[in-house]
C-alpha cells in the first residue's frame, strides 16, 4: 500500500527567510502525482503545489517550489521569503490512478510551520 | 474560495443519533470524494462517487453511507453516532478524470 510519510511534526522560520518541508513517499507505480496542500487555521485546505512524476522538471508557484527526487521517492516543499500567512498545516499528499489508492488522495500526517514575525 | 460548497459548518449532536452532511461539487465537477479528518487519524479517504455512481471506498464505517444525486451534489449519512466520529469532514471535487481535487471549508461534527 502506499504511504506519505512527514517526519517533521512542527518546523518554525523567521519571516523573509526559507525554510524547506520534507515528505517521502512509498509506492510501486510509476505513474503518479504529489501534491501540498496547506491548511491555516480557518481549516481550509488550500492546494499549493502540484508535480507530475513523469516529469523531471520541479515545479514551482511563486515562492514555492518542490525538490522532487523520484528514485529517492522524495518530495520537498521550499517556501521562500516567508510571509506570517504562510503560518499553517502544511500536508503532502500521494494520488495515483493505479493500485490500491486508485482515485483518491494519500496525506502525510502534517508538518505545522509557526512563522516568527 | 474553491467553489465547492459544505452545509451545515458546525454540527453538534449526541451519541446515537444521525446527521447528514451534504456538499456541492464545483460547476463542472462529475466527481466528490469524501473524507475525515481526525486528531488521531489524520486525513482519511472515504468514498468516492462519479456521476451518480460509487467509485471507490476508503476506510468508511458501515453506519457511514453516502449518495451522489443527479444535480451532482452529494449527501455523506453518519448514523449511531459515537464520540469518535467527532471530526472535520471534507468533500472535494473534481471533472473526474483529472487528479487534482478541491476542497470545500468542511463541516466540523462534535458528538457529545
Known amino acids: 500500500a502506499q504511504t506519505v510519510t512527514q517526519s517533521q511534526p512542527e518546523m518554525s522560520v523567521q519571516e523573509a527567510e526559507t525554510v524547506t518541508l520534507s515528505c517521502t513517499y512509498d509506492?510501486?507505480?510509476?505513474?503518479?502525482?504529489l501534491f501540498w496542500y496547506k491548511q491555516p487555521p480557518s481549516r481550509q485546505m488550500i492546494l499549493v503545489i502540484r508535480q507530475e512524476a513523469y516529469k523531471q522538471q520541479n515545479a514551482t508557484e511563486n515562492r514555492f517550489s518542490v525538490n522532487f527526487q523520484k528514485a529517492a521517492k522524495s518530495f520537498s516543499l521550499k517556501i521562500s521569503d516567508s510571509q506570517l500567512g504562510d503560518a499553517a498545516m502544511y500536508f503532502c499528499?500521494?494520488?495515483?490512478?493505479?493500485?490500491?489508492?486508485?482515485?483518491?488522495?494519500?496525506f502525510g500526517k502534517g508538518t505545522k510551520l509557526s512563522v516568527k514575525p | 474560495d474553491s467553489g465547492v460548497t459544505q452545509t451545515p459548518k458546525h454540527l453538534i449532536t449526541a451519541t446515537g443519533q444521525r446527521v447528514t452532511l451534504r456538499c456541492s461539487p464545483r460547476?463542472?465537477?462529475?466527481?466528490v470524494y469524501w473524507y475525515q479528518q481526525s486528531l488521531d487519524q489524520g486525513l482519511q479517504f472515504l468514498i468516492q462517487?462519479?456521476?451518480?455512481?460509487?467509485?471507490a471506498k476508503g476506510n468508511i464505517l458501515e453506519r457511514f453511507s453516502a449518495q451522489q444525486f443527479p444535480d451532482l451534489h452529494s449527501e455523506l449519512n453518519l448514523s449511531s453516532l459515537e464520540l469518535g466520529d467527532s471530526a472535520l469532514y471534507f468533500c472535494a471535487s473534481n471533472r473526474g478524470d483529472t487528479d487534482t481535487q478541491y476542497f470545500g471549508p468542511g463541516t466540523r461534527l462534535t458528538v457529545l
Open positions: 460547476s463542472g465537477d462529475l466527481s
Open positions: 462517487y462519479y456521476n451518480g455512481e460509487e467509485r
Open positions: 509506492t510501486s507505480e510509476s505513474d503518479y502525482y
Open positions: 499528499a500521494y494520488y495515483s490512478n493505479y493500485g490500491g489508492s486508485q482515485g483518491n488522495l494519500i
